[in-house]
């Protein structure tokens, strides 16, 4: 038999269970709780290589993992796979939306701004910045979140997120202090939660630092790339990632053992790299290829 009691101070399901507990014709008495299908792998052919993502111990590139050695990523879609609430800034070489695993669904826009009537609406100093900005070619043509379970390419940690491109890397992979203190500075006015920042370098730039600093003073939070060189941070400092606050999740061997030039042990990327964060990429395929942190010039 299933009894449905009104939530209360009278009749809460804890008083109720009570009640029916005490009664001798009763066997016993439960709630009835909802439930839900846990999340599943998505279809995506490449999602097995991210093995940051999901590690069953299987073999990428020759390389048997540790099952286990991830960010339990299927357990965090249970409780959410991102929010069109949330807006990432993508602090790099540009997002190609028009990828077949990215889609303009994804894309962030300021509403402030009126398409192409070549005026700054908002007044925030960019004209027709309605998807964000190009800070190399200083135009508004800057077009994490792979789509999931669509049967293309790999699967993004958050596919539910909005994603707000903000170019300073040419294709080379090569941009300035400045343009990356402009980034910053326009990711955390436009009203971005998460600023995710791609190059790094040894050269300590205090501009950059005020700029990570007014991010984190607004609430939003600063993740840099560790490197790829093996260089302990916390010996030998890499930037941005090496200001405070700023978070660098470092890049994790498939066995479960923290890179040496880890700076936290926030487990990292794949090193099958994040789509859309890349030049334009050709394929799903080439969406999923390996790649290095992008560099200023003169760093290392």
């Known amino acids: 038999m299933k009894l449905k009691a009104k939530h209360g101070s009278a009749d809460d399901v804890t008083h109720a269970l009570k009640l029916l507990a005490d009664d001798p014709s009763v066997r016993y008495a439960e709630p009835n709780y909802v439930v839900a299908a846990d999340a599943l792998a998505p279809n995506d052919p490449s999602f097995g290589e991210l093995w940051g993502l999901e590690n069953s111990g299987q073999n990428v590139n020759g390389t048997t993992g540790r099952a286990d050695a991830d960010i339990d990523l299927l357990s965090a879609w249970d409780v959410t ?43 925030n100093g960019y004209v027709d910045d309605v998807h964000g900005w190009d800070f190399v070619g200083h135009d508004a043509d800057a077009t994490i979140a792979a789509r999931a379970g669509n049967v ?28 990356a203190v402009s980034a910053v500075l326009y990711a955390v006015d436009e009203g971005a939660q998460i600023l995710s920042n791609s190059p790094g370098g040894a050269d300590h730039n205090q501009a950059l630092r005020d700029a990570i600093a007014y991010a984190d003073a607004r609430g939003a939070l600063v993740t840099a790339a560790a490197g790829n060189d093996a260089v302990n941070t916390d010996a030998t400092a890499h930037y941005p990632s090496s200001y405070d606050p700023a978070s660098s999740p470092s890049p994790r061997r498939r066995r479960a053992t923290a890179a040496p030039h880890s700076r936290t042990s926030a487990p990292g990327r794949s090193t099958s790299g994040r789509l859309g964060a890349t030049s334009s990429p050709r394929s799903p395929a080439d969406a999923t290829t390996t790649s290095q942190a992008p560099r200023w010039p003169g760093r290392t």
């Open 152 to 179: 293309v390419g790999v699967a993004g940690i958050a596919p539910g997120v909005k994603i707000m491109p903000l170019k300073f890397l040419d294709a080379s992979g090569y941009g300035s202090d400045a343009d």
């Open 81 to 123: 796979g991102g929010s069109s609430a949330v807006t990432v800034a993508v602090i790099a070489t540009g997002v190609v939306f028009g990828h077949p695993d990215l889609g303009s669904a994804l894309r962030w826009t300021n509403t402030g701004e009126v398409a192409a009537n070549g005026v700054d609406d908002d007044g």
